[in-house]
């Protein structure tokens, strides 16, 4: 039992580049969540998907493009990558109202 | 909006003590409060789950209060270790979930 997973742990990107976060969760929980975590502003919610098929903006979604691909796998896509992308990006699960699991993180940096 | 808001930012207290950990919030229509470790470089491992419903809740030496009226929760950690030394969080969930920005707290042996 993995609980939630999440890849690639660490990434440098260029301004402009693409890529994709992935997280992968086996607990069989409905609601998936995209965090990102910054000095001094604690962890803010990007997207949540509350169930397969349903996608959601969270407080600061500008940006970032979600797919809840199944009921396990929610990947977070940033288009066009900015410095002020730079940030640690978690992934949680849970059910509602109650516990949230999260992931190990994905450390990203905009040069 | 919900605002979250965490007090003392960090502490530093002497092994064996008793501490609090303080968690106020600006919007009492919430379903549940939930406290969090994080430890340096890793996510989050959530510590206990209050229900709106509930006023306190307690796994092993920590004990977590809710006064929803009043929008506060407190996080007490009797007899600190060395091994607690970590950042606490709290989050509500409303419509969102919305975290505070942690108390560092480091045990001094």
């Known amino acids: 039992n993995a609980g939630v997973t999440q890849t690639p742990k660490f990434q440098v990107l260029k301004t402009g580049q693409s890529m994709t976060l992935q997280c992968a969760q086996d607990m069989n929980h409905n609601s998936m969540y995209w965090y990102r975590q910054d000095p001094g502003m604690g962890l803010r919610l990007i997207y949540y998907s509350a169930s397969e098929g349903t996608t959601d903006k969270g407080e600061v979604p500008n940006g970032y493009n979600v797919s809840r691909l199944n009921k396990r796998e929610f990947s977070l896509r940033l288009e066009s990558a900015a410095p002020s992308q730079t940030s640690v990006y978690f992934c949680a699960s849970g059910t509602f109202s109650y516990e949230q699991y999260f992931g190990p993180g994905t450390r990203l940096t905009v040069t | 909006k919900q605002e979250v808001t965490q007090i003392p930012a960090a502490l530093s207290v002497p092994e064996g003590e008793n501490l609090v950990l303080n968690c106020s919030f600006t919007?009492?229509?919430?379903?549940?409060l939930q406290w969090f470790r994080q430890d340096p470089g890793k996510g989050l491992t959530s510590l206990l789950l209050?229900?709106?419903?509930?006023r306190e809740q307690t796994s092993g030496r920590l004990n977590a209060s809710l006064d929803k009226s009043s929008g506060r929760s407190t996080l007490y950690i009797a007899a600190s270790q060395p091994g607690d030394s970590a950042t606490y969080l709290c989050a509500v969930e409303g419509n969102q979930f919305y975290f505070g920005t942690g108390t560092s707290l480091t045990v001094i042996p």
């Open positions: 919007d009492s229509a919430i379903y549940n």
């Open positions: 209050i229900q709106s419903s509930q």
